[in-house]
Each structure stands twice: as structure tokens, then as C-alpha cells.
């Protein structure tokens, strides 16, 4: 398909779309074309070992097979958690071949916020690494249901420890970890891989419906808490096509070479670097315990041609002595994702890249769990660091009133809405609030209100104005702190900034929260002039309401599992400092 003609057309090259590409098939469908297609290229490396399209496809087969023989069905629900192993990929694609839908979860996650993923989705199915069993089996008592635990160790990918020894060993002693036997009840089958796996793969039928739904992603926060996402096959082929474009940018006549610092378990560790990579023959670099630490030696060793991160990837990569005198002229793009990355830091990771021998491009990506990941980027030939840019090709983005269901004029401030086919089809088990959500307007077609503002301008350029749940009420105006941070991140000496709100509303102020750059946090006399800095900064460009009155500074900020800093715990963090004094 080409490229839908939109006000952007301007600013695309259709000769870097894969207008060949079909959206309309099941993500299995997607794998097996790129088997047909690709056959002996590298679909995965995870350190020495390789993997090709067809041994891929394969080892899908058999995983299919081995799912319908322990009782899966279409329809039935596989939590999946993400372990950066191959086997991360697989139960995927087996999935989508049988019609089953599986829910990633972070790897990370333990307590109460998985006990309601799984006590919401019903799953009876469960891959996860040997490490993570105890975890699961803490809150399976008292469930009569058959449960089945399907597990992978590390040393099953034995290779790896040639090509990264020093943690090898770390990951062989979490494969020895029993203390998941103490747990088992006798409704509860634990299976490793090879008991698992079916000898010999049957004929069956194929799932072909693309639009039911295949992945749920149980962190959609459009609404303001997490709340599980639903996504299509056909969404996500829709999602890889306009990704793609990016990497197409710098495609020759090998095939791209993509590492990821994103989990899987989240839309853009998925959408860019899994089913984006296989949908173009592309090959993906993983790395054991991917988006639990950042992986300052696997990058070097590998030498992705694309790397996908967090702005806190950039920041500590800059930091790393490892990296003093590394050359990078392996990396060709950077793609930015999740929390937006500020100017300052955006500037200075390209001239970071620049000093190691990297030509590459910085990508900063704009989307969010419902809209399956990216919709939106700031070319670097916009020069412009402030701004969200304009969407991929093949989006529809517009500035809304959400209330009258009007689009705003040029230059005004409304919700910033998607008309796309790579969306989520809707909230898991959750029809009302998907309706408030994804509304069909007097044009006829389906719109996505984010909970995010923006504005465009007369270019069809889009910026943003900060998160409707994230909005502070100072009493007669609503303030929104994203903007007020994007200013303070783009002073020199600001690392990363939270503006949060202190008090009840009509005594309410503003308190500046910044980690300094590392030559300052030593200084008492730079941290002096800096706090003056930004607040004289924010007198002479915000109205009252939205001038930060204290400046804080601390060593480090709390994040979510994500990478996102914890806006809501720093909330708490200065509540509980009030009541004590």
C-alpha cells in the first residue's frame, strides 16, 4: 500500500515506505512471509547464537503445536513475562498461529500489580524464566482452575556465555533457583522447554482473523492509571510499516541490525524492535535481562546499527567511563522512546555521538500504550528540539475539543487526537471506558483522544502542552508541570527535572525538583546560581501560577518500571515532608 495521501505527504520519501508490505494478516502470517522471504538471514542473535527466518519459523511451529497440546485454545490468555531470551519471541507468533492472545507483563513486576494483571485476564497459561516461578505461584492458592507454568532457563542458550561471561554466571545461579517446588500445588504443572515441546509438529488449522485481538499490553495510562491495551495483528503491522520508516532511512542492502534497551512487555519495546524487525527481515540483538539495567557492555559488543532506549540510556551512556574512549561508528539511529527527552539532552547526546566517531541520527518518538507506541517524530532536519514534529506516514493527528468534538484552529491549545489503523482496538474487558476514549466523529472516522495537549501550527507541526491527568489546579488556573520542565530541562546544568505540586489548593505553590549534572553536585556556589537561574528564568517567561516559589535539588529521581519518573511518588515524598515538619 502507498502512503496515504495527508498534509505531511510534503515531508516524507516514498521510496523509504514498503509499500509492498500487507497489513492485513495475523502477526504468524507476517513471520511466515518473512520466512518465505528471508529465509537463511538472521532473524535473532542473542550473543553467539543465531537464528534464522526459517529456523524461527520453525521453532513458532513447534511452540504452536506444543501450546494446542497441553489444552490451549483460541481465545485462551498466555501471560507472558519478558525475559530477553529468544524464547520471549516465540510463544508470540505460536500464539497468533492458534488464535490465543497473550499478555506481556514486565519482568520486573512482583506483588499485588501481578496478581491483578493475571486475576483480570483469567490466564491458566504462563511462560516465564525459572526465576520468576515463586513469584507467579504466591497468589495461585486458592485457584482450583489447571494452571501451567512453562519455564526456560538461561543456560538453555548455552552460547551466551562465550560472548558475555562475566554475568553468564549471575544468570546460571537464578537457573538453579527450587524455591518454586515448595509452592506447587498439585493443580499447577511446571514444564521446562524441552518436556514442553512436542516431538514431531501436525498439520492444523491457521488463526486468520488480523483484526481480533493478539496482545494485551497492561500498561495503557491514558486514563490516567494502567489499564490493560488490546492490539490487533493488524494494528501492530499497521504500527511496524510506519516505524519502519525510520529504519529504512539508513537501510542498504543488508538487513538492519536492531537492539532494544525497551522491554517487550511494553508497545515500543514490541512494536519497534520485535514485529517491526521480522515484518522487514530485519534482525533483532537481544541480550539476557533486557530493560532491567542498561546495557552498557552488550552494546559495545554487539554493535547494533539501531538502538531503542530511554533518555536515561543516553545520559548514562554519556556518564559511563566504559564509554570515554569507545567509538561508535557502528550506531546509525537512536530512537528515543517513552519519556520525552529534553533538548538539552537531546543536544548533547548528538555531539556524544559525534565525539565517537557516530554519524548518528537522534529520533525522539511521541506516542503512548493505546496508540500501540509511535505516532509521532521530530526530524532532525526540523532543528527544532521543543517540538513533538509531525506524524509518521500513514497517521492522522489532529488538536481537539474533546467536548464539542471540533477541531481546534491553528496555534490554539486541545487534545491531541489519532485517526489510525495501528490503534488499540479497545480496553481489555472495558467497553465504557473505551468509548470515552476512541470516539467515530462528524468526519466518519474513529478518533483516539490521548489525555495529552498539544498544538499544531500552520505547518502541521505538533507540540506538546502536557498530559491532561497530570494537571495541577492552582486554584483558578489548571496548571500543567511538563511545560513548566521542558523549560527548566533546557537550562545548562539541569539533568532532569519534576515540577510537582505542595500544599492544599489556594495555598498551593510549585517545587522545582532537578538532578543537576554531574560537575554541579558537588559545587554548593554552582547549585546557588543555578537554583537563581531557573527561577529568575521562570519569572520572566510564566504567568504567577506556574513559577516554580522552591527549588530542590537531589542526586537522583524515583522512575516507574518503565524508565518514567514517579511524578505521583514525589507527590507523596513531599506531602509526608510537610506533615512531619
Same mark, same amino acid.
Given at each position: ?60 511451529? +513447534?511452540?504452536? !503445536?506444543?501450546?494446542? =497440546?497441553? %489444552?490451549?485454545?483460541? @481465545?485462551?490468555? &498466555?501471560?507472558?513475562?519478558? *525475559?530477553? #531470551? ?124 488480523? +483484526?481480533?485481538? !493478539?496482545?494485551?499490553? =497492561?500498561? %495503557?495510562?491514558?486514563? @490516567?492509571?494502567? &489499564?490493560?491495551?488490546?492490539? *490487533?495483528? #493488524? ?347
Amino acid at each position: 500500500m502507498q502512503i496515504p495521501e495527508t498534509k505531511w505527504s510534503k515531508y516524507y520519501d516514498p521510496t523509504k515506505y514498503n509499500s509492498d508490505f500487507d497489513p492485513n494478516q495475523t502477526l504468524y502470517g507476517v513471520l511466515k512471509s518473512s520466512a518465505s522471504k528471508y529465509g537463511d538471514r538472521v532473524a535473532v542473535e542473542y550473543g553467539k547464537t543465531r537464528i534464522t527466518y526459517k529456523q524461527l519459523l520453525a521453532s513458532v511451529d +513447534r511452540v504452536a !503445536a506444543s501450546m494446542i =497440546n497441553i %489444552g490451549i485454545k483460541k @481465545g485462551d490468555i &498466555i501471560t507472558l513475562s519478558h *525475559s530477553g #531470551m529468544p524464547t520471549s519471541i516465540t510463544p508470540i507468533y505460536a500464539a497468533s498461529k492458534i488464535g490465543a492472545i497473550v499478555s506481556v507483563v514486565n519482568n520486573a513486576l512482583t506483588g499485588s500489580r501481578l496478581k491483578e494483571i493475571v486475576e483480570v485476564s483469567e490466564s491458566k497459561y504462563f511462560f516465564v524464566a525459572t526465576w520468576k516461578i515463586a513469584d507467579f505461584m504466591e497468589f495461585f492458592d486458592g485457584v482450583e482452575d489447571d494452571i501451567y507454568v512453562l519455564t526456560v532457563k538461561y543456560g538453555e542458550y548455552a552460547n551466551f556465555q562465550y560472548y558475555v561471561a562475566p554475568r553468564f554466571h549471575r544468570y546460571r545461579m537464578r537457573d538453579r533457583n527450587k524455591d518454586y517446588k515448595k509452592l506447587n500445588p498439585e493443580h499447577i504443572t511446571v514444564l521446562d522447554r524441552p518436556s514442553f515441546l512436542v516431538d514431531k509438529v501436525e498439520e492444523m488449522d491457521v488463526f486468520d482473523d488480523y +483484526r481480533a485481538t !493478539a496482545i494485551i499490553f =497492561n500498561s %495503557g495510562s491514558a486514563t @490516567g492509571s494502567p &489499564i490493560p491495551v488490546e492490539g *490487533s495483528s #493488524m494494528a501492530l503491522n499497521y504500527k511496524a510499516l510506519a516505524t519502519s520508516y525510520l529504519t529504512n532511512l539508513i537501510r542498504g542492502d543488508k538487513p538492519v541490525r536492531i537492539m532494544s534497551c525497551v522491554k517487550q512487555s511494553f508497545s515500543f519495546g514490541l512494536t519497534l524492535t520485535m514485529h517491526a524487525s521480522i515484518a522487514m527481515g530485519d534482525t533483532m540483538v537481544l541480550y539476557a535481562d533486557a530493560g532491567y539495567t542498561i546495557p552498557e557492555r552488550e552494546i559495545l559488543l554487539f554493535k547494533p546499527d539501531v538502538l531503542v532506549g530511554y533518555p536515561m540510556v543516553c545520559t548514562t551512556l554519556m556518564d559511563s567511563r566504559r564509554y570515554k574512549n569507545a567509538n561508535l561508528s557502528f550506531l546509525k539511529i537512536y530512537i528515543s522512546a517513552g519519556e520525552s527527552m529534553s533538548g538539552l539532552v537531546t543536544e548533547e547526546f548528538r555531539n556524544f555521538l559525534a565525539s565517537h566517531k557516530s554519524s548518528a541520527q537522534v529520533y525522539r518518538l511521541y506516542g503512548l500504550t493505546e496508540s500501540l507506541s509511535a505516532i509521532c517524530y521530530n526530524p532532525p532536519e526540523f532543528n527544532n528540539d521543543r517540538i513533538l514534529g509531525i506524524p509518521l506516514p500513514g497517521v492522522n493527528m489532529k488538536i481537539m475539543n474533546r467536548s464539542t468534538g471540533t477541531e481546534m484552529p491553528v496555534g490554539e491549545k486541545g487534545e491531541i487526537c489519532i485517526n489510525y489503523s495501528g490503534n488499540m482496538n479497545g480496553y481489555f474487558k472495558n467497553p465504557e471506558i473505551t468509548a470515552e476514549l476512541m470516539m467515530t466523529l462528524a468526519d466518519g472516522k474513529k478518533w483516539l483522544f490521548t489525555g495529552d495537549y498539544g498544538r499544531e501550527d500552520e505547518n502541521g507541526v505538533f507540540t506538546f502542552e502536557g498530559h491532561s491527568k497530570k494537571v495541577v489546579d492552582m486554584g483558578y488556573v489548571h496548571v500543567y508541570p511538563e511545560i513548566i520542565e521542558n523549560e527548566i530541562k533546557n537550562i545548562f546544568g539541569v539533568d532532569e527535572c519534576c515540577v510537582v505540586p505542595v500544599g492544599d489548593v489556594g495555598s498551593r505553590s510549585l517545587t522545582a525538583i532537578v538532578v543537576p549534572i554531574e560537575d554541579y553536585i558537588t559545587d554548593n556556589d554552582k547549585l546557588e546560581d543555578l537554583k537563581v537561574e531557573i527561577i529568575d528564568y521562570c519569572q520572566k517567561i510564566f504567568f504567577k501560577e506556574m513559577q516554580p516559589t522552591k527549588v530542590e535539588f537531589r542526586i537522583y529521581l524515583p522512575r516507574k518500571r518503565d524508565g518514567e519518573i514517579d511524578y505521583y511518588q514525589l507527590i507523596e515524598q513531599m506531602e509526608s515532608r510537610n506533615i512531619e515538619e
